[in-house]
């Protein structure tokens, strides 16, 4: 039940974290607020393919 799933940030493209999550218990796609590197403060990345 468990897939790897790729997080972005999409105005600035970065593809850089890696995580997993339950499709059962969350259909939707995944946002999670995380530190991006190239704008050097944290920012909400979403789950892509």
């Known amino acids: 039940m468990r897939v790897n ?3 972005e940030h999409k105005p600035s493209g970065e593809r850089l974290y890696l995580t ?3 499709k059962r218990n969350n259909p ?4 999670l607020k995380k530190y991006s590197k190239k704008l050097r403060k944290h920012v909400v990345f979403t789950e892509v393919k």
């Open 5 to 7: 799933i790729t997080l």
């Open 20 to 22: 997993s999550k339950n």
């Open 28 to 31: 939707e796609r995944l946002e």
